[in-house]
Every structure is written in structure tokens, then in C-alpha cells.
């Protein structure tokens, strides 16, 4: 990682992916300042950052606006979230087991539904980083981070909608 190909301040467009609370809220900036504490984002094509990321909403597509330190348009790509449907899901589901199993559940269950959660989420990072493939580069922490932030703003918006 250098100190410019990295994100120095994630974005949220409140109009497409507002919290629908203080607890989604909480979540969500927790999940940036993990990101923008260490992190790689790299765009090849585009010059060296470092970025400022933001995200926002149309349809069942995610907006990576990004912009330069200076707040310059960079350049501008959109993934769609049905392949993370799934993993998101799954990785919502098993958070629940873990949090109930942590009240009721032997150290040994929960330590094994603890290395289900991270392998969901591996696999939600993985698909993720094939999925910003030749949009831009970014390790397997990164990945880690920015998948985190995706399920914030979904669990954020499924609440919404709820």
C-alpha cells in the first residue's frame, strides 16, 4: 500500500442508502473508519490517488463515484448487487445464530459458528474483489472492509424497507 493508491474518506449518499436508525448508523461509520484506517484502492487506468469514495444507490446497483484528494471527478463505475444476494443472506442469517448462540451456546458452538461467519464472509469478499476486477485494485483486506460496508448499508437499508 502506498499513501496514494488508497481511500482517504468514504462518502454515503443519504438520498439513495440513508440508515434507517442509530444502530444502522453505528454500524456503517464504524464500517468506514475501518476501511479508511488500512486500506488499497488502486485505479490503474485513471492516475494515482489518493480517493475519496462515494457510494450511493440506483436501483439494485451500487455507484462507486470516485474523486480525487481535491474532490476532481475520477471515474465512475456501478456493480450490481444480485450476485451478492446470497452471500449477504447467509452472512446476515449466521450473525444471528452467533449473537443468539452467544447467550445460550458453549464456548466450543460458538467458536464454530464464529469460523462459519468468517468463511461467509471471505467468500462475500472474494466475489467482491472479482467483482471490481479490471475497475479497480484492491487487496483481500480491502475487499474485507468494503464487503463489510456493502452489508452496513444493505442491513441498513433491509431495515428501512422493513
Known sequence: MTDK???????????????????????????????????????????????????????????????????????????????????IRDYFMICDSYYDAIRTQSPHQIEAIDMARRGVHNEGSELLADRLKGKVEVDFLTARRLFTLICALHAGQARAAG
Not at 21 to 50: C, K, M, T, Y
Open 5 to 87: 493508491n488508497r481511500l482517504i474518506a468514504v462518502e454515503i449518499d443519504e438520498d439513495t442508502l440513508g440508515a434507517s436508525g442509530p444502530d444502522a448508523e453505528h454500524e456503517r461509520r464504524v464500517a468506514i473508519f475501518d476501511l479508511i484506517e488500512q486500506n488499497s484502492f488502486a485505479l490503474p487506468e485513471h492516475g494515482e490517488g489518493p480517493f475519496i469514495l462515494t457510494l450511493s444507490k440506483v436501483e439494485r446497483r451500487l455507484v462507486f463515484a470516485v474523486k480525487d484528494e481535491h474532490g476532481k471527478d475520477v471515474h465512475t463505475f456501478i456493480l450490481s448487487l444480485n450476485p451478492f444476494r446470497g452471500v
